[in-house]
T-cell receptor, first 112, second 112 residues
Framework: EPEVTQTPSHQVTQMGQEVILRCVPI?????FYWYRQILGQKVEFLVS????????KSEIFDDQFSVERPDGSNFTLKIRSTKLEDSAMYFC??????????FGSGTRLTVV | DQQVKQNSPSLSVQEGRISILNCDYT??????FLWYKKYPAEGPTFLISISSIKDKNEDGRFTVFLNKSAKHLSLHIVPSQPGDSAVYFC???????????FGSGTKLNVKP
């Protein structure tokens, strides 16, 4: 069955550095999402993306975050200047119009 | 290959009755299983979990059952309430691995 692929599985970065988290959604899916889960806390919605633009974003998704679908297959989340509190598990998900979500297996981001 | 599957995309239950949500997995190395509940435009919220060394875990109206030989887990909600209407995801992880495996979700509708 098709999968949502996220790379890398674990990224360690220094505070203040930029990181790009990559996701390859399922090819015929139309809606794309980023979520994050800080250790021990709930999974938080960051942003949804449809038709090449952001359709919804949460308060967490401030100016240091951006998303792109640069080549029609990848869906990336960029954090411009990472902070310690950005350390979390980041999940990408995609879905077709009428079917359930497919989640990626996550990227663990550690900011040191 | 999808390692965690929720084969029922939707379930409709009368208020006060039992809701049973099912989840199957293929990887016998999974150590820990979680259920999440998700409302529209929000991230999944952790609901209940179970370690692979147990076969049952209960928290109020929610009980998770794990059948390791069948590689099957289920979430029971008793009694079901209209506020339980949401999408429910099961997820599995292996300790010391940075990967979550989510099912595709089951949309529960509890009718008043």
């Amino acid at each position: 069955e098709p999968e949502v692929t996220q790379t890398p599985s674990h990224q360690v970065t220094q505070m203040g550095q930029e990181v790009i988290l990559r996701c390859v959604p399922i090819s015929n899916h139309l809606y794309f999402y980023w979520y994050r889960q800080i250790l021990g806390q709930k999974v938080e919605f960051l942003v949804s993306f449809y038709n090449n633009e952001i359709s919804e974003k949460s308060e967490i998704f401030d100016d240091q975050f951006s998303v792109e679908r640069p080549d029609g297959s990848n869906f990336t989340l960029k954090i411009r200047s990472t902070k310690l509190e950005d350390s979390a598990m980041y999940f990408c998900a995609s879905r077709e119009d009428s079917h359930g979500y497919t989640f990626g297996s996550g990227t663990r981001l550690t900011v040191v | 290959d999808q390692q965690v599957k929720q084969n029922s995309p939707s379930l409709s239950v009368q208020e006060g009755r039992i809701s049973i949500l099912n989840c199957d997995y293929t990887n016998s190395m999974f150590d820990y299983f979680l259920w999440y509940k998700k409302y529209p435009a929000e991230g999944p919220t952790f609901l209940i979990s179970i370690s692979s060394i147990k076969d049952k875990n209960e928290d109020g109206r929610f009980t998770v059952f794990l059948n390791k030989s069948a590689k099957h887990l289920s979430l029971h909600i008793v009694p079901s309430q209209p506020g339980d209407s949401a999408v429910y995801f099961c997820a599995a992880i292996r300790y010391n691995f940075n990967k979550f495996y989510f099912g595709s979700g089951t949309k529960l509708n509890v009718k008043p």
